[in-house]
């Protein structure tokens, strides 16, 4: 990735370029190098694009070899930084950006305002607030709205300070489905800051979150709106809503087609995707595309909506300039890879076994939102491949298999939770000398009553049920698992049943 720094260098060295002597000769390797690597980039772009998930990290050994190539030219006598600012044009318009769109990050009219805003992660790799300032910008100064507008200011204070954590997690989860949703919105023409604003406002980037509504997966799609979209139950039974790709994509064709319909204001169309997308077209109308912040639209959105549309574009400028607030999101290394199951396991038995291994909070999450097909405890079967970054599938292979790591893991998936007395000590009931303990009385089996926007699956995980189990009891064939409000389920095969 190209560092902040390099850009910084290079506008000094720029400013003092009519002073520096041609040497082509001798530089010649260094430019030659630095077009191989932007080569490389495009070349490994195309194949991320096809749908070879290695490209990703040939892309980000590619930015490797052109920084290190730059900053050699930048200390050499006679290297022209020129050469490094045009291959970084190059990179750029590989992205078949708008021209307008493609000016240098050191040009950026903010920049005086914000000299600290390179240190983004988006801007240290691509054009990335150029772009959203272009597409958020439209009829009004979206920075200048963001810095003055006491709502998004608020939001803002509250993603600092009582949710810095939940950010920062956010933050954390997209980097590593990044590779999967990012492409999706740069398809559709639109600023990955707003895909980040709507994910950590709606999941936290969780993608099994599910609303008491009913609304499911990283970007919450209620199951009309998911169905209308192209996210549905596939032919095995798995809600498409979960899947980070799918519903980045399902995300990015609903933002233009509000886009479409609301002459590209962005507060109405995020109003829509949280509030509904009739009540803001009728707003939009009634007050005849007046400013979503003026009083009397405002007075007429539901309280979470007046919430939602600020926290969304703050969460988006945060993701642009994080330092410029002293916000510090964490180094990871997310490059992403895939292992295969030597045998059967479950994410959770993997989750053991991989131990922290580089992440601070072990690969659990990672896990389970890069393979959301899989509950965590549900056995899935040797042969199966698994999506996973490059560190945690190299920690399979030697933690995994077999070992003492492996064989923990497993020792610790085979126990129970129910327990006996032994004396004044507990012990586990698998034991063979411990007494077995009385029989227990026979717990009635809870029923539940559909509620709209419910699933199968959601019901089952809301109350730890084995969802085979409560297919079987209650007579539902798979894949589909058809349910409809008002219908009781007998809660058979769940916790307390």
Not at 30 to 41: F, I, K, S, T
Not at 198 to 211: P, R
Not at 303 to 321: C, G, K, N, S
Not at 446 to 474: F, M, P, Q, W
């Given at each position: 990735?190209?560092?902040?720094?390099?850009?910084?260098?290079?506008?000094?060295?720029?400013?003092?370029?009519?002073?520096?002597?041609?040497?082509?000769?001798?530089?010649?390797?260094?430019?030659?190098?630095?077009?191989?690597?932007?080569?490389?980039?495009?070349?490994?772009?195309?194949?991320?694009?096809?749908?070879?998930?290695?490209?990703?990290?040939?892309?980000?050994?590619?930015?490797?070899?052109?920084?290190?190539?730059?900053?050699?030219?930048?200390?050499?006598?006679?290297?022209?930084?020129?050469?490094?600012?045009?291959?970084?044009?190059?990179?750029?318009?590989?992205?078949?950006?708008?021209?307008?769109?493609?000016?240098?990050?050191?040009?950026?009219?903010?920049?005086?305002?914000?000299?600290?805003?390179?240190?983004?992660?988006?801007?240290?790799?691509?054009?990335?607030?150029?772009?959203?300032?272009?597409?958020?910008?439209?009829?009004?100064?979206?920075?200048?709205?963001?810095?003055?507008?006491?709502?998004?200011?608020?939001?803002?204070?509250?993603?600092?300070?009582?949710?810095?954590?939940?950010?920062?997690?956010?933050?954390?989860?997209?980097?590593?489905?990044?590779?999967?949703?990012?492409?999706?919105?740069?398809?559709?023409?639109?600023?990955?800051?707003?895909?980040?604003?709507?994910?950590?406002?709606?999941?936290?980037?969780?993608?099994?979150?599910?609303?008491?509504?009913?609304?499911?997966?990283?970007?919450q799609f209620m199951p009309a709106t998911?169905?209308?979209?192209?996210?549905?139950?596939?032919?095995?039974?798995?809600?498409?809503?979960?899947?980070?790709?799918?519903?980045?994509?399902?995300?990015?064709?609903?933002?233009?087609?509000?886009?479409?319909?609301?002459?590209?204001?962005?507060?109405?169309?995020?109003?829509?995707?949280?509030g509904g997308e009739g009540r803001a077209?009728?707003?939009?109308?009634?007050?005849?595309?007046?400013?979503?912040?003026?009083?009397?639209?405002?007075?007429?959105?539901?309280?979470?909506?007046?919430?939602?549309?600020?926290?969304?574009?703050?969460?988006?400028?945060?993701?642009?300039?994080?330092?410029?607030?002293?916000?510090?999101?964490?180094?990871?290394?997310?490059?992403?890879?895939?292992?295969?199951?030597?045998?059967?396991?479950?994410?959770?038995?993997?989750?053991?076994?991989?131990?922290?291994?580089?992440?601070?909070?072990?690969?659990?999450?990672?896990?389970?939102?890069?393979?959301?097909?899989?509950?965590?405890?549900?056995?899935?079967?040797?042969?199966?491949?698994?999506?996973?970054?490059?560190?945690?599938?190299?920690?399979?292979?030697?933690?995994?298999?077999?070992?003492?790591?492996?064989?923990?893991?497993?020792?610790?998936?085979?126990?129970?939770?129910?327990?006996?007395?032994?004396?004044?000590?507990?012990?586990?009931?698998?034991?063979?000398?411990?007494?077995?303990?009385?029989?227990?009385?026979?717990?009635?089996?809870?029923?539940?009553?559909?509620?709209?926007?419910?699933?199968?699956?959601?019901?089952?995980?809301?109350?730890?049920?084995?969802?085979?189990?409560?297919?079987?009891?209650?007579?539902?064939?798979?894949?589909?698992?058809?349910?409809?409000?008002?219908?009781?389920?007998?809660?058979?095969?769940?916790?307390?049943?």
């Amino acid at each position: 990735m190209i560092k902040n720094t390099l850009f910084l260098a290079i506008a000094l060295a720029t400013a003092s370029n009519a002073a520096l002597a041609a040497k082509a000769d001798k530089n010649a390797p260094l430019y030659q190098g630095m077009d191989a690597a932007g080569q490389r980039y495009r070349e490994a772009r195309i194949k991320l694009q096809s749908g070879d998930e290695t490209g990703m990290a040939q892309m980000a050994k590619a930015l490797e070899d052109l920084e290190d190539l730059a900053q050699k030219c930048l200390r050499q006598r006679g290297c022209d930084p020129t050469r490094v600012i045009t291959q970084y044009e190059v990179l750029i318009k590989s992205q078949d950006l708008k021209a307008d769109d493609m000016e240098l990050a050191g040009e950026d009219s903010g920049n005086e305002e914000d000299p600290d805003h390179v240190q983004s992660p988006v801007l240290a790799s691509s054009p990335e607030a150029k772009r959203t300032l272009s597409l958020l910008g439209d009829g009004h100064d979206f920075d200048k709205m963001v810095e003055l507008n006491e709502p998004v200011q608020a939001a803002m204070r509250d993603w600092l300070t009582t949710q810095r954590a939940f950010l920062i997690d956010a933050w954390e989860n997209y980097q590593y489905m990044r590779y999967l949703m990012s492409p999706e919105y740069e398809r559709a023409g639109l600023p990955e800051a707003l895909l980040f604003g709507i994910m950590a406002k709606e999941s936290g980037g969780k993608v099994h979150a599910v609303s008491r509504a009913g609304a499911s997966g990283p970007l919450q799609f209620m199951p009309a709106t998911g169905t209308r979209f192209g996210l549905y139950r596939d032919v095995t039974g798995f809600d498409t809503r979960y899947d980070p790709q799918q519903a980045a994509r399902a995300n990015a064709a609903y933002i233009n087609e509000r886009f479409a319909g609301l002459n590209r204001n962005l507060e109405y169309t995020i109003a829509a995707y949280n509030g509904g997308e009739g009540r803001a077209a009728r707003l939009y109308a009634a007050n005849a595309g007046a400013s979503f912040w003026s009083p009397q639209v405002n007075a007429q959105l539901p309280p979470e909506t007046r919430d939602y549309v600020p926290a969304v574009i703050a969460a988006a400028w945060l993701f642009l300039h994080p330092k410029k607030y002293g916000l510090e999101f964490p180094k990871l290394d997310t490059t992403p890879s895939q292992f295969t199951l030597a045998r059967a396991t479950s994410i959770n038995e993997l989750t053991i076994c991989l131990g922290n291994g580089g992440s601070r909070d072990g690969w659990f999450r990672v896990l389970r939102n890069l393979n959301p097909r899989y509950e965590a405890q549900a056995v899935i079967p040797a042969g199966t491949v698994m999506r996973a970054p490059k560190r945690a599938a190299a920690l399979y292979g030697r933690s995994c298999v077999q070992g003492p790591r492996a064989e923990l893991a497993q020792q610790l998936m085979r126990a129970n939770k129910v327990y006996v007395p032994a004396g004044d000590v507990m012990v586990a009931s698998t034991t063979a000398s411990t007494p077995a303990p009385a029989p227990e009385k026979k717990k009635r089996v809870r029923d539940y009553r559909v509620r709209a926007g419910d699933s199968l699956l959601a019901i089952a995980r809301e109350h730890s049920c084995d969802v085979t189990v409560l297919a079987k009891e209650n007579k539902l064939r798979s894949p589909s698992y058809l349910i409809k409000p008002g219908q009781r389920l007998k809660l058979k095969g769940c916790e307390g049943s």
